[in-house]
């Protein structure tokens, strides 16, 4: 909306772009910045203007959720479905009207470029996800990625010009839904050698290939091109990331902007054990072994031995048991459990796992059940957010006025790849009782504008580093 901008208000985040670059470099305004608390006091009042057209942005939410497989309020939106590729054309038109340059990768991920000033500098990248699990809402990912495309026109239209490149990226299948991988884009562009052999032979719950399933939506449909999507280290300059919290503690505490300091490292276990069964009256106490017991005695020993931790931040779940053949009148002849633990600190979430692969060795031996399978299926480690990235998120919440809170994302993201090739950050922005995952998933248009000025500025911010 051209209209809205004044002549004045444009000349004047012109000039705040230059005070931005000018203060890079000149050592006698780096003075002034630390005295003053924070950097580019002076533009403090004319960055109000950086104006988000929230009503626009707040339609395409609206309408990106239309493509869903079932009805609404719920958003079900699985990778390479026909709706998928509709949200995909979606934001590549959406991509397209702010001026960014659009490709795509092997599998999907999608990139929209605003070349800057610099074409030898590494670029700024910013955005997440659009896929949505079963029954899902309409915000999680999708401000991420509507909302990095809404910051993009802010900047264009305040008459920023980027020295670094920025880029917007949607990523492919962040959740697990189809092929039960999570983060499928990113871990594929942070280099995962192993991910893109294991895909060369994975199926679906219908026994899809996953190649087949890509080749559906205009993807690759041979696997030696599946490496053709790793990054290398220095790509990015920085990569920024906004997401709304999936927590309640911003909402709780009335804050507009979370920044993210870390990552929680996520693992997850499966585990297996058998047994004789046996009818569950004829075989007395004594002659049992009976492999519902150890997963019990398992699931019991995991929350313990996160409890040893004695951190608030090691937390372990036991969110799958099965037993077989689950029936009332037969002893339990084999379990499965899969576990899911996180912690900040990879340490410590190590030791937890290696405590519960003893005890998971020790139940087997005692209740003479075999251990038939103790796999760590995943164990990422955390990721820090830079110090220059949380510098400049810092900055643009306070000359926005937007009070801020550090955090910690539980939750794990495309960050946490990116991560890997990339210095990285995220911004957080409240959310209805912290609600995600579910139809009564909300962020007010308000808080999503918040979110997105801050991404604009700490994009500016870092273009100009
Ligand atoms: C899955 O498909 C493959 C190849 O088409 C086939 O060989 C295999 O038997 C199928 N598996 C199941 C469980 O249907
Ligand atoms: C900044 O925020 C405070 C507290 O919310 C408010 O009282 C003040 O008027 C705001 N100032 C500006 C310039 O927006
Ligand atoms: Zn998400």
């Not at 920023?160 to 880029?167: C, N």
């Not at 059940?369 to 306070?398: G, R, Y």
């Amino acid at each position: 909306m051209p209209l809205r901008f004044s002549l004045s208000s444009l000349i004047v985040l012109c000039s705040f772009t230059a005070i931005l670059a000018h203060n890079n470099e000149d050592p006698t305004i780096k003075t002034m910045e630390d005295f003053s608390g924070y950097p580019i006091h002076e533009s403090h009042s004319h960055l109000s203007s950086l104006s988000v057209d929230a009503q626009s942005l707040q339609k395409q939410i609206d309408e990106l959720s239309s493509f869903s497989d079932t009805p609404a309020p719920s958003v079900t939106r699985v990778l390479y479905t026909e709706k998928d590729v509709l949200a995909r054309r979606f934001i590549k038109n959406l991509m397209g009207l702010s001026g960014l340059s659009v490709r795509e990768d092997a599998v999907g991920n999608i990139f929209g470029r605003w070349e800057g000033s610099n074409p030898e500098l590494s670029a700024v990248a910013t955005g997440s996800h659009i896929d949505a699990i079963p029954y899902s809402g309409k915000y999680d990912g999708v401000v991420g990625v509507l909302g990095a495309i809404e910051a993009i026109n802010v900047l264009t239209r305040s008459g920023f010009k980027p020295k670094r490149s920025l880029e917007v990226i949607m990523f492919t299948s962040e959740e697990p839904t189809r092929f039960g991988i999570s983060c499928l884009g990113s871990r594929l562009m942070a280099g995962s050698e192993t991910l893109a052999e294991a895909l060369k032979t994975t199926v679906d719950g219908q026994n899809i290939s996953f190649l087949d399933a890509s080749q559906s939506a205009g993807y690759t449909k041979d696997h030696n091109d599946i490496s053709s999507v790793f990054l290398k280290k220095g790509s990015y300059s920085a990569f920024v990331e906004l997401h709304i919290e999936q927590g309640p503690l911003l909402e709780e505490e009335g804050i507009p902007i979370g920044i993210v300091t870390a990552i929680a490292a996520p693992a997850s276990i499966k585990v297996e054990f058998q047994g004789n069964g046996g009818h569950a009256g004829a075989v007395l106490m004594p002659n049992r072994n009976d492999a519902g017991l150890a997963a019990a005695e398992l699931a019991l020993a995991v929350e313990r031995h996160v409890l040893e931790s004695g951190s608030i931040d090691t937390v372990g779940t036991v969110g799958i048991l099965e037993l077989h053949p689950g029936a009332i009148n037969s002893i339990p002849s084999k379990s499965h459990l899969e576990i899911d633990t996180r912690d900040i600190d990879e340490e410590r979430r190590n030791t937890v796992i290696e405590k519960i692969h003893q005890s998971a060795i020790s139940i087997a031996r005692k209740r003479r059940v075999t251990l038939s399978e103790f796999k760590i299926v995943n164990q990422d480690p955390p990721a820090l957010s830079e110090k220059s990235i949380l510098d400049a998120m810092v900055a643009s919440s306070k000359e926005l006025n937007l009070t801020h809170k550090l955090m910690i994302s539980r939750a794990y993201h495309d960050s946490l790849f990116m991560a890997r090739i990339s210095p990285m950050g995220m911004i957080f922005i409240p959310c209805y009782k912290g609600y995600s995952h579910k139809p009564e998933e909300y962020s007010s248009t308000e808080d999503i504008s918040n979110g997105v000025k801050v991404l604009a500025l700490t994009l500016a911010k870092l273009s100009l580093q």
